[in-house]
């Protein structure tokens, strides 16, 4: 099952694009490994930005599959997965 969320998170990249962890709804959760990553076409006649998606398995007290997504430099929780 999948979560539809797109809410704001604070994300550690101490390298650019290696997500270490990220803070969603004030806790903490620690990247064990990036899934993939991808980007998405924007209307750039309408001046959308870029979309950028990252796919990893992170864990806080148990593991979840979470997607974050970048346009230009905020980040969000765009889904879980289950």
């Keep these: ?3 539809l969320i797109n809410e704001p998170i604070q994300v550690y990249e101490p390298v650019k694009n290696k997500i270490r962890a990220f803070i969603w709804r004030k806790r903490l959760y620690s990247v064990i ?4 990553w991808w980007r998405e076409a924007s209307s750039w006649w309408d001046n959308e930005p870029l979309r950028f998606f990252i796919r990893v398995q992170a864990s806080n007290y148990s593991q979840g599959t979470y997607e974050l ?6 980040w969000y ?5 289950d």
């Design 1 to 3: 099952m999948v979560k």
């Design 33 to 36: 490994e990036i899934i993939g």
């Design 69 to 74: 997504c970048r346009i230009e430099k905020q």
């Design 77 to 81: 929780m765009h889904r879980v997965l």
